[in-house]
């Protein structure tokens, strides 16, 4: 008698002579679309094929079928029953609502309420002290300089200019004048904490320096505001002051003297030596 295997989808099983093989067909356990071999390593057949295993109509039916192929659960026998279709799934149980604030803040105890309160009232205290800084801050770099006030610094007495030294109606000049606000601006960029961000607006005054022109240099003075970006990068706009001289021999113009928001930040020693004692106190550039 022959040895027979049979292979289902998942396992394969036997051998198995040839009255098991029909007793298990006729049992139902092997069905027509199994396949079966003599060989543990095929080549591989349907059962339905093999003459004499199967009755003819069972054979056309499972030719036909789309049932499920359940795995087989035994070492030496096909499974008779098919997993279920539908599964129920297993859902974790639902978390509790979380409390409200009003909930939590009464469950908590008189002592953790008094700490909160102290935290609360710190961090009020907090946001409005740095909202009354920054507004105060703000407000003292947007105030623009009266015109008639931008230019109080005249230049000490010096001696007569020569005759050839321009005077100060040819300073308006358009080409004089765009040298010595380029000159201005240069000296003014230079102290900003970031120069390539600089924006200048209308000037508010310019005008010759009392005194003008020493030593064959017409002497300006130009007020105005500029707006840049500070350490942080934050736009702010500062009113500057600057004391230009323009030496008409060799047509240059100088930055000598760059005061912003206040504080002079440069001075040249050709401007010291012509400054009053009362100009080098004010400028806090002085003894």
């Known amino acids: 008698m022959g040895q027979w295997f049979v292979q289902t989808s998942k396992r394969q099983f036997g051998p198995f002579d040839t009255d098991k093989l029909r007793r298990l067909a006729a049992a139902g356990k092997i069905k027509p679309t199994h396949r079966i071999s003599k060989n543990p390593d095929g080549p591989w057949n349907l059962a339905g094929n093999v003459k004499g295993l199967f009755p003819s109509a069972d054979v056309a039916a499972a030719a036909v079928s789309t049932a499920y192929v359940p795995p087989v659960a035994a070492a030496d026998e096909p499974p008779l029953e098919a997993p279920p279709l539908f599964v129920t799934a297993q859902l974790p149980p639902a978390s509790p609502p979380r409390p409200s604030l009003r909930q939590r803040w009464r469950s908590m105890s008189p002592k953790r309420r008094y700490r909160w309160r102290g935290r609360i009232l710190a961090a009020v205290c907090t946001v409005a002290t740095v909202t009354l800084l920054v507004a105060r801050f703000h407000q003292a770099y947007d105030e623009p300089v009266p015109p008639g006030q931008a230019v109080t610094l005249p230049v000490a007495e ?7 030294a ?8 358009t080409l004089i004048l765009l040298a010595v606000q380029e000159s201005s601006r240069k000296g003014v960029s230079s102290v900003l904490a970031s120069p390539t961000s600089a924006v200048f ?15 064959g240099r017409l002497v300006v003075v130009i007020a105005g505001p500029v707006d840049s970006q500070n350490a942080f990068g934050v736009m ?13 021999a060799v047509d240059l113009a100088r930055c000598e003297s760059v005061v912003l928001g206040g504080k002079a930040y440069y001075v040249s020693d050709w401007l010291k030596a012509r400054l009053s004692t009362d100009d080098l106190r004010l400028y806090s550039i002085g003894d």
């Not at 010096?158 to 050839?164: L, N, T, V």
Request: a negative charge.
């Open 158 to 164: 010096q001696p007569a200019a020569a005759a050839a």
């Open 236 to 248: 702010l706009r500062s009113d500057y002051v600057t004391w230009v001289s323009y030496e008409p």
């Open 166 to 173: 321009p005077s100060s109606e040819e300073l308006l000049g």
């Open 201 to 215: 607006g209308e000037p508010y005054s310019l005008e010759p320096a009392a005194g003008s022109p020493v030593d």
